[in-house]
């Protein structure tokens, strides 16, 4: 998905989950980039909610939601290796993406 106006902020969600009984354990990752108009946006996930607001600004901020099931923060550490979270820019294009190496009894 490619947009190309003045884009202020993009949210994605990236969960991974193991199994029902453990608890859910909530995270956020943001970034901010300076853009000119006419910037191009790509994101992409594996699964959840994209939600993108533009203004007039000249910053974009990519706040990724991670929802982790897991009993600690330890457990929760040791799935978050094995998702993929980039968020780059390369000119006036962004690229936001989340993707998981297995997607075994996950949850998006």
Known sequence: MIYSNRIVSAAFLAAVATSVASAKIDREVEKTFVVQPGMH???STLGGNV???SSG???VTIVAKEHIHADNDVEADDMLK?????MEQSGNDITAS???EHSIGMHW
């Open 98 to 100: 989340a993707s998981y």
């Open 57 to 59: 600004d000249t910053k």
């Open 41 to 43: 946006l790509k994101v």
């Open 51 to 53: 939600t993108v607001h």
């Open 82 to 86: 094995k998702l993929e979270l980039t």
